[in-house]
């Protein structure tokens, strides 16, 4: 299949043809439309393919829209005037119309009948295809009269089967009488064998049965039991433990565990005999095709809900499905005597080690999308795809570590916080996580060994602990705490849509920090005033190589339109130290963190670097934008960047490519280099941006993620306060724009350290801006000097944190 498009800027359509046929999807309103159908021979009918699948699946919105659109595609390419899909319910015995092309729009969801009813009924009762000429006088037919269906005098109806029990039928009818042949049943059967999967793993997704969740309820209820009997510890006897880890995301929250459940892991594969070799290469042709289509599902999942860039992983996922060499190496093992499932496990496992060994952490942690896409193959091949947790109630997750199929499938309304055994922060899940604001810890060592199904926990992702079966006194307390966060939280709305103001007045600015578009409606929603630091980095991550011009432009243009009026700051990528992408392999240093990163990568790829540059540009005419270069430590490296803008101002002037021509340009100041040589910085830019988490750790040599030196790391040491000083007033000397960048500012106490040293632009977490609101309203710039001129005269850290705290016990509670 060959898709061609966009045909228009403002419309798109793409355009695909299958030999013979054509036909084009709208974009906008997902309508699949056909054009000029000429006949074809029965052989060359059929929907072989995934992308015929897919083309359809990533146009719908749920399982109703995919069916109708299936209807039509087949009504068309059977060259009948009716096709129609019924779906078994639940009760295992009443079939239901649930989409058709051809048949009364009434009569969709409106017609059952039981199995053995009718001719459809008939093909669902004995599982066979059922064929026939002049359906009204067979002595099975069943008329339905809002159907309208006398007019038809050819039936053929196929079942669908989840294995080998039937789930539903697809029917064709044809006005004029019509003997189907072998080519044409044929094909209508590999189209409901794909129907089948897809109807298989929208209710995976979608609804887990009841009677799975009281198995489920029942099984851990023998667990918890059993549980307490090896621990030595009754119902009535109260344990309390606490457990530590690193925190990905703050917050507190209380509720029951939910233990992802780890069946089908490689550990539970055993090896088996008895093998034939043709059954086990076609259940392996066939979990493989029910892996493809619910890794689209699980794409487009996740794309709906937090943006496409979210859900590039699965893209990933499913070239590894298709990749000839993993296949064969499959198929391979299966023709040596091996079952399937076996098979599966010996090669996945050989793409688990070999991503283990290597030395970048971020691509050694791309072994978890290698066992992600064998648990999901191993499920299929094992019949058990419904192996999901049934989230019924909200609740705290808890597992060894979590896929991404795992935080695309489940309900995330109903998880409250994340805990994982594993340490991979910069995870696939942990970045959904993030984007999606859920308090998290990792590197949560013996939890699962330690917490029982749907035992009380609370999570502590502000201290970064873990308490399970607290008691009552504990529980009480923190119950109170999450309360009056509720009330606070309530009380905050008022300050979201408020300008910025101290108490007198003076006026200051919040931005949101960002990194993923579902970042947008988060800062928005938290009254952001634009953004003070785009974090270009993080889409990059969920990427299997560098994204070209028009990705990026695209993905920035919906950043800034997303932001109207407000500014947007871009930082160009930032690479290296803690942050590597798995298909740009930076070279193995002994100290990262002051290595080959950030802007010396950029400079060192020219190419890239003008791509990305160019891509911003572009996205400069649909707003205001501003161009921020990290870590910037020289005169030449500042320069060197704007002839790189400048390269790029041309190629997009050659290429008659429209652009934002005025767009400022900005350095952070972020290595004690930059703040040596700041005012002649100010010569060559038009703002700065003040990066306090990485400023503080280079002037202290303190790894801020070093337990061992953390206490090292002082946002209020002496010398951190004085450059921040000398960098405010060298801005407002050259009038030049400065906006401080960094978990400092997000902290009230130390917000009014930095009002008083005169910054009054700040770029802060969105959730983090009403509270920070809500602070200015209760002080005055007054207070903020007075607190900045004495922290200056101080010589400790110490010193200058107790006058902070005496000063916001006098301030109006």
Not at 341 to 352: D, G, M, T
Not at 372 to 385: C, K, T, Y
Request: proline share 5%.
């Amino acid at each position: 299949m060959r898709r061609l498009g966009p045909l228009s800027l403002k419309r798109r359509f793409f355009v695909v043809f299958e030999g013979n046929f054509r036909y084009h999807v709208d974009e906008f309103s997902n309508e699949i439309k056909f054009h000029n159908m000429p006949k074809r021979s029965p052989a060359k009918i059929g929907i072989t393919t995934l992308e015929d699948i897919s083309a359809l699946i990533l146009q719908s919105h749920d399982l109703d829209e995919t069916l109708n659109n299936i209807v039509a595609l087949v009504a068309r390419r059977m060259m009948s005037e009716v096709c129609s899909i019924y779906l078994l319910e639940e009760d295992g015995r009443t079939l239901r119309l649930r989409a058709s092309k051809g048949l009364s729009r009434k009569a969709i969801g409106r017609v059952t009948l039981k199995t053995g009813e009718g001719l459809t009924g008939l093909a669902a009762e004995e599982r066979r295809v059922i064929s026939i000429q002049e359906p009204h006088i067979h002595p099975r037919y069943r008329y339905f009269k809002e159907t309208g269906e006398e007019r038809f005098h050819s039936f053929l109806g196929i079942p669908l089967f989840d294995r080998k029990t039937p789930i539903g039928v697809i029917v064709i009818q044809t006005k004029e009488t019509r003997q189907f042949s072998s080519e044409e049943i044929s094909a209508l059967s590999t189209i409901a064998f794909q129907i089948s999967s897809i109807v298989i793993n929208a209710r995976l997704l979608d609804s887990i049965r009841q009677k799975e969740a009281e198995s489920n309820r029942f099984a851990r209820e023998l667990e918890k039991t059993r549980r307490s009997l090896q621990n030595g510890t009754g119902p009535a006897q109260a344990r309390e433990t606490s457990l530590r880890g690193e925190v990905v995301y703050p917050g507190v929250v209380t509720g029951p565990a939910h233990i992802l459940d780890e069946r089908l892991g490689f550990s539970d594969i055993l090896d088996e005999t008895e093998v034939e070799i043709p059954e086990e290469l076609r259940r392996w042709e066939n979990a493989l095709e029910k892996t493809r289509i619910q890794t689209i599902f699980l794409e487009k999942r996740i794309a709906d809900r937090l943006g496409q860039n979210d859900a590039a992983i699965f893209h990933t996922h499913l070239m590894i499905l298709e990749d000839r060499s993993f296949l064969d190496k499959v198929r391979l093992e299966i023709g040596k005597g091996l079952h399937a499932s076996h098979a599966v496990k010996r090669v996945v496992e050989e793409y688990i080690m070999a991503f283990g060994r290597m030395d970048d952490p971020y691509l050694s942690e791309r072994a978890a999308d290698m066992e992600d896409i064998g648990r999901r193959l191993l499920a299929h091949l094992a019949g058990q795809e419904n192996h999901l947790l049934d989230l019924k109630v909200p609740g705290i997750l808890v597992a060894r570590e979590i896929l991404p199929s795992d935080m695309a499938a489940l309900d995330h309304e109903q998880i409250r916080g994340i805990v994982t055994e594993a340490g991979e922060a910069n995870s696939h899940a942990v970045i959904m996580a993030k984007s999606m604001g859920i308090p998290a810890l990792v590197g949560v060592r013996g939890a699962l060994g330690m917490i029982s199904p749907e035992e009380e926990i609370i999570l502590d992702a502000n201290s970064g602990f873990l308490y399970i079966a607290p008691p009552q006194s504990v529980r009480e307390e923190y119950r109170r705490l999450e309360e009056d966060r509720g009330r606070e939280l309530h009380r905050l709305e008022e300050f979201r849509d408020l300008p910025a103001l101290t108490r007198d007045g003076v006026r200051i600015t919040l931005r949101a920090n960002v990194g993923l578009v579902s970042d947008i409606d988060v800062a928005l929603r938290n009254g952001a005033e634009g953004v003070g630091l785009y974090r270009t980095e993080f889409p990059y991550m969920a990427r299997r190589s560098f994204p070209d011009r028009e990705e990026q432009y695209q993905l920035y243009r919906r950043m800034v339109e997303g932001f109207g009026n407000r500014p947007v700051t871009i930082r160009t990528l930032d690479i290296g130290g803690d942050k590597s992408l798995p298909y740009f392999r930076p070279p193995s240093e002994p100290n990262p963190f002051m290595g080959w990163r950030s802007v010396r990568v950029s400079l060192d790829n020219r190419d890239i670097f003008r791509t990305q540059i160019e891509a911003i540009l572009m996205a400069g005419i649909h707003g205001p934008v501003r161009l921020l270069f990290p870590m910037i430590s020289s005169l030449e490296e500042i320069r060197a960047c704007k002839s790189i803008v400048d390269e790029a101002r041309s190629v997009l002037s050659r290429e008659k490519i429209p652009f934002g021509e005025r767009i400022p340009l900005g350095v952070m100041i972020e290595v004690p280099a930059a703040v040596r040589i700041a005012s002649q910085l100010t010569r060559e830019v038009d703002f700065f941006a003040l990066g306090t988490n990485d400023l503080i750790q280079y002037m202290l040599a303190a790894d801020r993620n070093n337990p061992l030196v953390e206490k090292y790391y002082d946002p209020l040491h002496p010398a951190v306060l004085q450059v921040i000083r000398e960098i405010s007033q060298l801005a407002s000397k050259e009038k030049i724009g400065l906006c401080l960048c960094g978990e400092m500012a997000a902290d009230p106490g130390y917000l009014l350290v930095l009002l008083g040293l005169g910054i009054r632009e700040f770029s802060i977490p969105a959730p983090f801006i009403p509270r920070i609101k809500s602070f200015l309203n209760k002080i005055t710039e007054d207070n903020a000097r007075r607190l900045g001129r004495k922290a200056l005269k101080l010589g400790a850290g110490t010193e200058i944190r107790n006058l902070l705290e005496k000063t916001l016990a006098k301030l109006d509670p």
